[in-house]
């Protein structure tokens, strides 16, 4: 997929340079005045993906890849090996469609999982749906709910594609930021907040939605009680629907817990929830997610999914099925995947840490996910022309700088905000730590090995 996903952005590259032009969606348009073979208007200005162009240049340059958030190691292996029995120890049907809106068995072991975390009894059949990732599964509630006309709120930083899927829906995209502690310098996740009163005035009448995102990538902050509660509030009040993301659900360190808001009072009746199996159980590649909520907004959802994917790959989901099943049977117990993986990444999160402090980062201990962004201001860097355009923000050219120069591949934290706030981003870069104890080590050798040399 990754390798696709380069071909396809190089592909654009070379069609816009072919009509003596940007790579822009509105570029292609100038290809010919008479021609009726347009791209749709709603691809304007969202072609640009920051995942196209720093692959492609890790790849590139073969750096060390911190960048891309998935693990490099081996899944639990009571996963793989129900996934290898599957095609061939159970009955052939196996292999043919299931049901569209998620396969029987395991959206019945989801409603065992969830009900009693949501305080809820979740209908297998009529509150889940199972898509192609926690993307697919956006993507459809978007579809579903957002008009043009509609405002959506997205808390800064996000991930990337609410922005897009918000624009394609025909919506508004309205910005909060998280922001850093004043009267201190910021060293944990836990020193960003929302400002109320500044979260007060973004809802108005038009407002349709508020998209929230905890644990947070890239920030790694995990949303306590009372902050859910204020957001919660503000929805009641001004009857909209909250997009919870939620797939690093299961990865919190520390004393940090996660909180799901759709369990608050007066909040399942309006929030859809999203969730992982790739961020759950360590398999990003088999790209499966769920979306669960009340009936009466996931038929919606479940609509849009019917006329879009329509199925999920079957043998996947009853390997996930009976993933969750085992998790179920030791849930809470030291045993269980939702434990160790935590403890596994915790560790892995520190070791990071205490490299890029040693290299002279300013890093952000984060509560929870996949990664940890660090102020790299300090760092006496002179780039080149071929950190890219001085009109790039400073963590763009940075990081292209470090790719190309010291073989370590991140992302720029800036590409997570809105041009407006870019600024508060501005000095950091994200790393990720989920990553083997070998490649985080080949880090550290590449950072001291430029100390020295400094």
Known sequence: MAQFCMFR??????????????????????????????????????????????????????????????????????????????????????????????????VENLSKLFSPLYGVEIDPLKDILI???????????????????????????????????????????????????EDRTPTTSADWSLDKDELRKMFNKNTKAIVINTPNNPLGKVFGREELQMIADLCVEFDCLCISDEVYEWLTFDDSSHVRIASLPGMWDRTLTVGSAGKTFSITGWKLGWTIGPSHLMKHVQ??????????????????????????????????????????????????????KETGLRPI????????????????????????????????????????????????????YSQEHKHIAGKYVRFCFCKEDATIERMAEIFREWEFSR
């Open 9 to 106: 952005g190089q592909l654009r590259t070379l069609i816009g340079k072919a009509v003596n032009t940007n790579s822009s969606v509105s570029g292609y348009r100038m290809m010919s005045s008479s021609s009726k073979i347009l791209p749709a208007a709603r691809l304007d200005g969202v072609d640009q993906n920051v995942w196209l162009e720093f692959t492609a240049l890790a790849a590139e340059h073969k750096a060390c890849n911190l960048g891309q958030g998935f693990p490099d190691f081996s899944p639990p292996s009571f996963i793989t090996k129900e996934l290898a029995k599957i095609p061939t120890q159970s009955q052939h049907l196996i292999n043919q469609y299931t049901r569209a809106f998620g396969h029987g068995p395991l």
């Open 131 to 181: 898509s192609i990732g926690g993307y697919g599964a956006l993507f459809s509630c978007f579809q579903a709910f957002i008009q043009a006309g509609d405002e959506v709120i997205i808390i800064e930083p996000y991930f990337d594609c609410y922005e897009p899927m918000v624009k394609y829906s025909g919506g508004t995209c309205r910005f909060i930021p998280l922001r850093p502690r």
């Open 303 to 356: 609509t849009v999914h019917q006329n879009s994917i329509y199925a999920c790959a079957t043998p996947l989901q009853e390997a996930v099925s009976r993933a969750v099943a085992h998790e179920i049977s030791v849930f809470g117990s030291e045993e269980s995947y939702f434990k160790t993986l935590p403890r596994v990444l915790a560790s892995k999160r520190d070791r990071m840490w205490d490299i890029l």
């Open 365 to 416: 201990m984060p509560q929870g996910g996949y990664f940890m962004i660090a102020d790299a201001s300090a760092l006496d860097v002179r780039m080149d022309d071929d950190a890219g355009s001085d009109d790039l923000p400073w963590d763009h050219r940075f990081v292209r700088w470090l790719i190309i120069n010291k073989k370590v591949a991140t992302i720029p934290t800036s590409a997570f």
